[in-house]
């Protein structure tokens, strides 16, 4: 296979992404793209050397400042004085993977040649991200609306041969990172700060790693579910296409779909019931999996648009020979999907505990707790209080950030999206979802083994087959806490085809 994957002025596709996360494959610009950008500079080098009035960021101050003209002779240092007097960001450091991503999609942006960037500014952030040269980016300072300036004057510093970066997992001194390859700082001529920290690859770069993370755990969860289901002795008849045929959103009847799909060839789902009606954790799996597909589906058009767009400002048209100052940098459309996506995850979260309850409440046959001799061992009875805990978390994380604003710039950026914090909560619901779903495939893994005998689907058999090589059957009370990790880390490791997925 093509080790290099060449940006052009075609759209990332999610396939695209897959691959170049998967197989971390290194990039290039096309020539086509190289074409744009050096033409979008000449252009802007001529401007200024024609006109004599403001341009916003160009030739002015930032912000409330924007009226404060700028002398020639003083373009690079604004530019690069921008760069460190925005780069302030607090907090934990941003995930790697995150933060590569972060590069991926600035330069997407500034490769469509409306940003007046030099070729040689876009050439090194594609040398970082091909060298796996991740400046260190931290979580805490973005309002989402002039773009994401604080975490994106991180991503810039090391242009300039400042902040820290990571690299063969040390972090260090971009300094020394110029030295080894011999590079010198990128001088930043006018417009190049404001076009590097302008943008919203800060809340994209989040919102499809975790857009992405999502679809494979709502996979996850509706496999884990179906386990459940059987372990639980639940009914088929719920996921009969007939009923989801007279309700037809497109995530009840996948989820449906696929959970039959799940259970072909079953004996246990298939043998007589004793009861007439599951709870609505097991019977409502279509409708409420469902809709967070449904909501994915949302989330992955807008940011499918975003990471294929413009976001810096003022943006050049050549063509047209003007430069216009507007808005794309605000986050908006990034805060409100990230703030469903949240809430959509975080009910995949709490259908999931409710399930992992009814597995242990000694139902159906099943001993209390999962445990053969409870009383004198407690079982799995404390699992559930973690899943609990995490699902309240949940609900308190998944509180929008987009429904806030504070008035920042003197009053000049007087509203705000938010996104960087709606990014940042969704980021940590995902990962409670991961925990939660690990701890109902902890007890449905168990529970379905008092159903012995009896078997389940052979697709169904075989992933429990796999499970138990990692995780044990128990016969008494161990630390628990050592099966969860592994039962997260057995459902991180799993490879699903991006088919199945999306």
Request: proline share 4%; net charge neutral.
């Given at each position: ?16 992404l ?7 494959k ?14 979008c ?14 341009i ?17 002779n ?13 780069a ?7 995930p ?7 590069l991926l ?46 975490p ?5 510093l090391?242009?300039?041969g ?5 690299f ?21 001529q006018?417009k ?7 943008g ?5 770069a ?9 679809f494979k ?18 009914r ?8 989801h ?32 009606q599951?709870p609505y954790?097991?019977r ?40 216009i ?20 995850m ?7 505990e ?11 046959g ?15 009875m ?38 960087a ?7 940590k619901i995902?990962e ?7 701890i ?27 499970y ?22 057995f ?9 199945e997925?999306f």
């Amino acid at each position: 296979m093509n080790a290099i994957y060449t940006i052009t002025p075609d759209a990332f596709t999610y396939k695209d992404l897959t691959v170049l996360i998967s197989e971390r494959k290194k990039i290039r610009l096309s020539d086509e793209v190289k074409t744009r950008i050096t033409s979008c500079r000449t252009y802007l080098d001529n401007k200024i050397k024609e006109q004599t009035d403001p341009i916003y960021g160009i030739n002015t101050g930032f912000g409330s400042l924007y009226n404060i003209k700028i002398k020639k002779n003083n373009l690079q240092e604004l530019q690069e004085n921008l760069v460190m007097s925005h780069a302030c960001g607090t907090g934990e450091e941003v995930p790697k993977e995150i933060v590569k991503l972060m590069l991926l999609f600035k330069i997407k942006s500034l490769s469509y040649g409306h940003s007046g960037v030099q070729l040689t500014t876009v050439q090194r952030l594609v040398d970082f991200y091909n060298e796996g040269i991740y400046p260190v980016v931290l979580t805490q300072g973005s309002l989402g609306a002039s773009g994401d300036l604080a975490p994106l004057a991180h991503l810039a510093l090391p242009l300039l041969g400042k902040g820290e970066v990571h690299f063969e997992r040390k972090k260090i001194p971009a300094s020394t990172v110029n030295k080894k390859f011999g590079w010198k700082p990128i001088q930043l001529q006018s417009k190049e700060g404001l076009a590097l920290l302008n943008g919203t690859q800060f809340m994209s770069a989040y919102g499809v790693f975790v857009l992405l993370k999502s679809f494979k755990l709502k996979y996850l969860a509706d496999l884990i579910g179906t386990l459940s289901l059987e372990a639980f002795d639940g009914r088929i008849e719920p996921f009969n296409d007939l009923i989801h045929q007279v309700r037809p959103h497109q995530g009840q009847l996948k989820t449906a779909q696929r959970v039959r799909d799940f259970l072909e060839g079953s004996e246990l789902i298939s043998q007589e019931k004793e009861h007439v009606q599951d709870p609505y954790s097991f019977r409502c799996i279509p409708q409420v999996h469902g809709a967070t597909y449904d909501t994915l589906q949302f989330v992955a058009k807008t940011l499918a648009i975003e990471i294929n767009a413009v976001t810096d400002n003022p943006n050049i048209f050549e063509d047209e020979d003007t430069i216009i100052s507007g808005g794309n940098f605000h986050g908006q459309p990034l805060a409100l999907a990230l703030d469903y996506l949240g809430i959509a995850m975080a009910e995949i979260g709490s259908i999931s505990e409710r399930r992992t309850f009814q597995l242990i409440s000694g139902l159906r046959g099943l001993p209390p707790f999962l445990i053969a001799d409870s009383g004198l061992n407690s079982g799995f009875m404390i699992p559930q209080y973690t899943a609990a805990s995490i699902v309240s978390q949940n609900k308190q994380l998944a509180t929008p950030a987009s429904i806030d604003s504070i008035v920042s710039s003197n009053g000049q950026e007087d509203h705000v999206s938010m996104g960087a914090n709606a990014a940042t909560k969704a980021y940590k619901i995902v990962e409670n979802i991961h925990r939660v779903l690990a701890i109902e495939l902890l007890n449905a893994v168990q529970a379905i083994s008092f159903r012995a005998p009896k078997k389940s689907s052979p697709f169904i058999e075989a992933f429990i087959k796999s499970y138990r090589k990692e995780i044990p059957f128990l016969t008494k009370d161990t630390i628990l806490h050592e099966l969860i990790q592994k039962s997260i880390q057995f459902l991180d490791t799993l490879q699903i085809d991006s088919d199945e997925l999306f």
